[in-house]
């Protein structure tokens, strides 16, 4: 371990050596081979050189910046290629290097969303490199970290301005979160599939019915990853009353972080988030949650 330590803190020092000074690929290239400590000569990607913490930390980046280089300056043009990034990885590392190497990628880029939709959008961005992964240790150690960073981020949420939207009814018509500012919304995420969305019906209906009057609260369903034919076909057999609107192109699914239905949602009067998992509408809970909400300003 202390010998590849060595030797990969060495072969990094040459990398850094070679960043900062102006060398032709071809020089680059003598240079790096010349150079290349013994325990390197048959290649970087090496499954025992996992026991060096250097190796991992140091070297494995800095070779791959490396590579990049030397690719940008033989053809600029691949390095624009979307897929060039994953494909360098690939190239590069080989075995339990590159399940690590690609492990460590997706979480810094998962742990370095900022807000719930860039979570969305990285975890969107990174499945071709989850798909490319091996270990199926390292795929729910990394559902793990996406669990624990949505969580931070949605608490994080409560009490800022809820993701806006812009759905439709059943006939064309739109509503935007605008729409119903003043009022306390009380969101259903369901789908048709959805067998504990159609099972909770029932008690969203007695919970309607009994404020339905009340001008400064709104009921809303959304259907998410749904069918638009089954969607309306399930409309037709629950015959909800309340506002009914469908997420055609996800824009719900993900900025409400819809993995999991039923999901309900309480925003306040001005629009903010109260609650991403309010309780259902059959949890006594909830009657209590909306009048408070109602109490404020």
């Known amino acids: 371990m202390i010998d590849i330590d060595k030797q990969s803190i060495a072969i990094y020092n040459l990398l850094e050596h070679m960043?900062?000074?102006?060398?032709?690929?071809?020089?680059?290239?003598e240079l790096?081979?010349?150079?290349?400590?013994?325990?390197?000569?048959?290649?970087?990607?090496?499954?025992?050189y996992l026991v060096s913490d250097d190796y991992k930390?140091?070297?494995?980046?800095?070779?791959?910046?490396?590579?990049?280089?030397?690719?940008?300056a033989r053809d600029s043009n691949l390095v624009k290629q979307p897929e060039y990034a994953l494909?360098?990885?690939?190239?590069?590392?080989?075995?339990?290097v590159l399940d690590y190497y690609l492990y460590k990628v997706i979480g810094s880029t998962i742990n370095g969303s900022k807000d719930i939709e860039a979570l969305n959008a990285s975890k969107k961005r990174m499945e071709p490199y989850i798909a490319a992964l091996s270990t199926n240790d390292y795929k729910g150690y990394l559902n793990e970290i996406f669990a624990d960073k949505e969580k931070k981020l949605m608490e994080v949420q409560i009490g800022k301005p809820a993701p806006d939207f812009s759905l439709a009814t059943p006939d064309g018509k739109s509503f935007t979160l605008a729409d119903f500012r003043g009022k306390v919304v009380y969101i259903d995420l369901w789908a048709s599939w959805c067998g504990p969305c159609r099972e909770a019906m029932p008690d969203y209906k007695k919970l309607y019915e009994k404020y339905k009057?009340?001008?400064?609260?709104?009921?809303?369903g959304i259907a998410v990853s749904d069918g638009e034919k089954e969607w309306r076909q399930a409309l037709?057999?629950?015959?909800?009353?309340?506002?009914?609107?469908?997420?055609?192109?996800?824009?719900?699914?993900?900025?409400?972080?819809?993995n999991a239905i039923p999901k309900y949602i309480i925003i306040d009067k001005q629009g903010k988030i109260v609650s991403f998992n309010a309780p259902g509408p059959?949890?006594?809970?909830i009657e209590e949650m909306l009048l408070n909400e109602l109490k404020k300003g």
Do not use: H, V
């Not at 494909?87 to 339990?96: D, Q, R, T, V, Y």
């Open 236 to 258: 037709k057999e629950e015959n909800p009353g309340w506002l009914q609107l469908y997420d055609k192109e996800g824009i719900i699914s993900r900025s409400y972080i819809a």
């Open 57 to 72: 930390t140091w070297l494995l980046g800095n070779y791959l910046s490396y590579q990049r280089r030397m690719d940008k």
């Open 213 to 220: 009057d009340n001008e400064q609260m709104a009921f809303i």
């Open 19 to 29: 960043g900062m000074n102006k060398y032709s690929p071809e020089k680059m290239e």
């Open 32 to 48: 790096f081979k010349d150079n290349l400590p013994a325990g390197f000569k048959n290649g970087i990607s090496n499954d025992a």
């Open 87 to 96: 494909n360098s990885i690939k190239k590069s590392f080989k075995g339990k």
């Open 282 to 285: 059959g949890d006594p809970s």
